[in-house]
Structures are given as C-alpha cells and as structure tokens.
C-alpha cells in the first residue's frame, strides 16, 4: 500500500514541476500538497517532518522567487509601477482568453503597451518587456529548480522510511 501511496505522490509531484514552468498549474503549491497528503497517508517520522519543513521553506522561496525576479526585471528596465500592474491585469485576462500561453502573452502586451503610452518610445517599451520576459524566464526556473529540491527532499523521506 506504501508503494502505490509513493507512486501516485510521485506522479502529483511530476505534474506539479510540470506546473513549475506551465502558467495553469500551482505547481510549487501541489507538490507541497502532495508532500503533505504523503506525509498524512504515511506518517511523518522524525524524517518526515524535517523533510516537510524543507520541502516548505523551498516551496515558499521559489513562490517568492516567480513573482520577485520578473518585478525587479521590469523595475530594473525602467517600467513604471503602473505599468506592472498594467502587465498583471493583462496577464490575467490573458489566462483565460488564450489557454496556456495567455498569461505570458497578456503580460507582455500589457506591459509593452502602458510603456509605449507613458513613454512614446518604442525601443524602451521593447526594453522593459524583454526584460520582464527573460524575469519570467528566470522566475519559472528558479520555480523549477525549487520542485526538482522539493522532490528530491520527499524521495529522500521516502527512502529513508
């Protein structure tokens, strides 16, 4: 029974780093969850709730991390406050108008285009977006880097109990 238990956490977790680098899944989010629905179908052990403190630690540093890298990119460019913010609602209605890719698509666009009407500058509007991009960028891997800890941390529970 510990074995299946292990192997369906297993296959959450894998949908969750899938989630890491895919705007629709709570990637980070569902990997703790399986971690902790792991550690309540099992029992935590004194390994068991270290790992869990880890896994947690992890898991809220690469949360942080997607939405801190992308911010200080754009800051860094030169948007405006209200241009992140313009760049969030796009993403937003992006989400649920274009499946899968809208949420980056809606971002930039919102971005570039509060950029362009504050600035009337194409070049720095360009500027601010790609650098936000390559913040996304780096956000989703430092996400995917924290799972791929996450996962590593529970396998180590997991052969240790």
């Given amino acids: 029974m510990d074995a299946f238990i292990a192997l369906l956490v297993a296959v959450v977790m894998a949908v969750g780093l899938i989630g890491t680098v ?3 899944l709570p990637g980070l989010g569902l990997i703790w969850l399986a971690a902790v629905a792991y550690g ?3 029992g935590f052990g004194a390994v068991g709730w270290v790992c869990l403190a880890v896994v947690t630690v992890v898991g809220a540093a690469g949360i942080a991390a997607g939405f801190v890298l992308p911010h200080r ?6 948007a405006a406050r209200i241009s992140i913010v313009l760049g969030l609602l796009g993403a937003i209605v992006g989400f649920f108008v274009v499946p899968v890719v809208g949420f980056p698509l809606g971002g930039a666009l919102g971005i570039y285009v509060a950029e362009q ?3 009337h500058d194409l070049r720095a509007a360009g500027r601010a977006t790609w650098a936000t991009i390559v913040g996304f960028g780096v956000g989703s891997l430092a996400q995917l880097a924290a799972g791929l800890a996450m996962v590593g941390c529970w ?4 052969l240790a109990g």
């Fill in 22 to 24: 895919l705007p629709f």
């Fill in 40 to 42: 309540i179908t099992t």
């Fill in 73 to 78: 990119a754009a800051r860094h460019a030169g």
């Fill in 117 to 119: 009407v504050r600035l």
């Fill in 155 to 158: 396998a180590v529970w997991v």
